[in-house]
C-alpha cells in the first residue's frame, strides 16, 4: 500500500470530528508531503530539528503539533513552527512556552501530557495532579489550554489500551466541569496506529498515526 492508499483508508474508517495527526518522526519531507496531498491535515512531529527541515519545504500546506518531549531549550524554536504542542506535562515547560510566545506575539493552543498509566518511562503528569497544573497553565497570558492527551501502552492487544482510554474520558469530562480562564477543553488525544480503532469509541477527537501510514521504519 502506498502512503495515499494508507491515508484514504485511515481517513474512511474514522469516525466524523476525529482529527487525524501524521506522526512524521524520521520520515524524509517527500513522504510528509505525499501524506498531506493524500489528505491529511495535520502533521505531528517529535523532534523540533527534524520538524524545521520539514517545515522549510512544506510549511502552510498543514497544521503543525508537536507530539514529542519537548525540552526547555527547544521551545523558543518550537513555538515558530507549531500550531499546537500536545505535551505539556510541567509548569515550568508551559511558562517557558508561554514567555516565548510574548515574545513573537503568538497565544499557542496546547493540551496536557497526562500519564494515564503510570509508567515511569513515560513523560505526562499523573491523573490526580492534572487539575492543579491546568490552573497553573490557564493563568498564562499566551497559552489557551485545549485538552489532554496520553501516548496508552505502546505494544500488544489493541484491547490493552482500553481501560487507560475510558480513564482518560473519565478525566477529561472531570476537568470539563472545572471552570478556569483562557481553557477550552475540546480535545482528547490518544490513540496510535494499533489502537486508533479503539480510541476514538472511548472519546478520542485527535488521533496520532505514524506506522499505519508511512510503513515500518527503515
Known amino acids: 500500500m502506498t502512503i495515499k492508499q494508507n491515508v484514504s483508508q485511515i481517513l474512511s474508517e474514522l469516525p466524523e470530528g476525529v482529527q487525524l495527526v501524521a506522526a512524521a518522526k524520521t520520515r524524509k519531507p517527500e513522504e510528509i508531503l505525499e501524506a498531506i496531498e493524500a489528505g491529511i491535515k495535520i502533521v505531528g512531529e517529535n523532534y523540533v530539528q527534524e520538524a524545521e527541515r520539514a517545515y522549510e519545504l512544506i510549511a502552510n ?21 507549531f500550531d499546537m504542542i500536545e505535551t505539556v506535562d510541567s509548569f515550568e515547560l508551559a511558562n517557558e512556552i508561554d514567555k516565548r510566545c510574548a515574545q513573537i506575539g503568538k497565544v499557542m493552543p496546547v493540551l496536557i501530557e497526562v500519564n494515564i498509566g503510570r509508567e515511569a518511562q513515560k513523560s505526562g503528569v499523573l491523573p490526580e495532579n492534572t487539575e492543579q497544573l491546568a490552573k497553573e497553565i490557564s493563568a498564562l497570558p499566551n497559552i489557551r489550554l485545549m485538552g489532554l492527551m496520553t501516548m496508552g501502552p505502546l505494544s500488544g492487544d489493541p484491547e490493552d489500551s482500553r481501560p487507560y482510554f475510558v480513564a482518560m474520558k473519565k478525566l477529561f469530562e472531570k476537568m470539563k466541569k472545572v471552570e478556569l480562564p483562557n481553557t477550552e477543553m475540546k480535545y482528547l488525544s490518544m490513540g496510535m496506529t494499533n489502537s486508533y480503532k479503539i480510541a476514538p469509541e472511548e472519546g478520542a477527537n485527535i488521533i496520532r498515526i505514524g506506522t499505519k501510514i508511512f510503513g515500518e521504519r527503515n
Open 61 to 81: 500546506k498543514a497544521k503543525w503539533h508537536f507530539i514529542g518531549h519537548l525540552q526547555k531549550n527547544k521551545v523558543k524554536k518550537a513555538v515558530k513552527i
